[in-house]
């Protein structure tokens, strides 16, 4: 690892990065726009400019330069010796910053950016707050550039960072520099607007307030925000993420640098898939059948509720008997001769959907086997759209659109016994093998088909455990309210088994229990569910859950 | 002006001008052997277009695009880089005025003035008779003539404003010092 002098001290960092990260890694704050180690190399904004040490010719000595040099683009070299804190470099910042606010509009009590904008940041720190320029400043109107996407150019500061992505991550390449000089513009060819898989990512590339989400646009203000980490259930790969809520709930959500996944970026999917949590049809009530309907039920009933019937369909001693009955108060009534039995099928089954985390499949699956040591364990449907698309750069956005399939296939490998696709288990369930099953489901969008739907519904005593209302409710002996990721704590391992912790951002719907802990009340376990403590119990049989991947922070004044 | 939005998702079919014909992509294709890569053909390419249209339309713009396997927003890029370009429609001559420091000095403003007086239009606009368009340049590289302009091809030296009447009906305006390049057919007529 090369050894660099900066303002005198020195510093060890990774050989073949620019001075500048070296410097940002180190805990410096340089200011800077235009670099970003995830693009190229232009070196145009000017900010992040240093003195360094060359040869004199005159002398042969060691000797600062005449000159400076953009610190983003001279590499790191052992014994390399240069220096922000001087004279010369803080009066480049200056100079700089008074010319990035030449024309730059003092609007920020309007502006979405206040608070995390660069614009704001280094004028406080390093530039004069005041112009000296009286005439009037170039006013641009703002422009409609794509479905998500503001652009407000008189804010812009030319880094061209959002030229680069659309160029060098997503391949696409609509945005462009127009014009020359002072009359610059970020712009799309008319009618060919900014429109692809991973165009949010230009809001948040974006240093000032130029770029902006329509989405979120006029709604918080950003230091009314708190983050938690979290990982996107949008698709299988984990795209590590920062949930922005407050008590109002979610209001953005934005990526969380992953060496080993999404990097900085994350695609439009994760980044917009969370307004299904908001939805006002959320179930918010379990409710279990009385006659025809659906009746309301407390949570304190739903472990005797659940436990008997299911113990008794597992113990399947009796003959069968009429469906139905007040309040399930007759367990029994609901058993029949399991068709499955004497094939090594129990009549029950527990569906455990890709969305659940592992912590929480663990928990509902040992629960089944609790109860029914034959009890068939079943992946939950795995929804796929389209095929894997990968851009330029190496970002895939999965075809697999849910978080956790891998975690779910490893638990039912490693438990054993009876397990089946969901295929197999729709398939089983229209022939009448199962005698009660408890389905999970948890997806944003509408999974239940009719052929779902139908299957489903020759199953006597039904558990669906969802977030909304679907098909499955006529069928439901029980229906339970899910929470949503957001909601839960735990981890997800994606399609290349690695397993992620996310935490908690709010707290679940009101009248709606988190999965997790409703789980280890069901199997009798005291106190509060905690992941953590869970996944231990499990690392204890399963050495895949005995470590989790956490990707590193950022440096703290990096963008 | 941030309250006023601009709509750049859509682009109306009027809005998009006329099309290149297949004999001029075929004179771009005629330039590909020429260059080590598609995207460095653009610069000939933009010239082709222009002498065969007047100016860079938007569809030509993505047909070029197309032709050459660029984003189409690469072409804006260098089309609105050099000023040379245009894009939008332009009269049937072209008066370029110099606006740099040594024609400003030698009086190039009140020829400024007096033109568009003449003229009543504006910078990148056309006349309504479709006889003239006008743009300011930063040098016409011509300083020792300052103040100067050039009609189409043709470089008035040390023009002053009562020298215009006398200018604007110059026969010369028309002249094309051909051929420019064996590699260039003449601008065709534009009409505007
Ligand atoms: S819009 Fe933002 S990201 Fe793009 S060039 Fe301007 S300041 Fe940079
Ligand atoms: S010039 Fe170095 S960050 Fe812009
Ligand atoms: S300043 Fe006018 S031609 Fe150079």
Redesign the interface.
Known sequence: MPKIIIDGHTIECRSGIPVLQAALEAGLAVPHYCYHPGLSVVASCRLCLMEMKMPNPKTGQMDWAPKLFPSCQTPVRDGLEVRFRSDPVRENQQHVMEYYLLNH?L?CPVCDKAGECYLQDYTEANGPATSRMVEDKT?????????HT?L????CVLCSRCVRF??EIAG?????????GSRCEI???????LENPLQGNVVDLCPVGALLDKGFLFKQRVWLLRSARSVSPADSRGQTIWIDYNEAGIHRIRPRYNEKINEWWISDEARFGWKHVHRPDRLRQPRIRQGVALQPARWEELPGLLRAPFAGVAACASPAGPGGGARLAQPPSLLGRGQGEGQGIGPLAAVLSPMLTCEEAWLLAKLARSLAPQATLVLGHVPVSGHDQTYPNGFTIKAEKCPNRRGVETILQHLGGPTASFQEFLAQAVEGRFRAAYVTGGYPDAWVTDPVAAALARIPFLVVHDLFPSALDGAAAVQIPGAAWTEREGTFMNCDGLLQPFERALPPLEGVKADGQFFYELLGQPGLFRAQTVRETMAAELPQFSEVFIPRDLPKRAH | MSWRTIDRRTAAEQDLGPGLNDAVKEKIRSFFPRYPTKRAVLLPALHIAQDALGYISLRAMRELAELLELPPSAVLDVVTFYTHFWTHSRGRKTIVLCRSLTCELMGGGRVREGLEQRLGIGEHETTPDGQWSYMTEECLAACEHAPCLLINEKLHKGVQAEDLDRILVDPENDHLDMPRSTLFDAPAETKP
């Open positions: 509009p609007d006013k641009n109107p703002k422009k409609d550039i794509g479905p503001l407000y150019q008189d804010r659309c160029d696409t390449g609509e945005l462009a520099v127009v014009g020359r712009d799309v060819l008319p009618g060919q607007p």
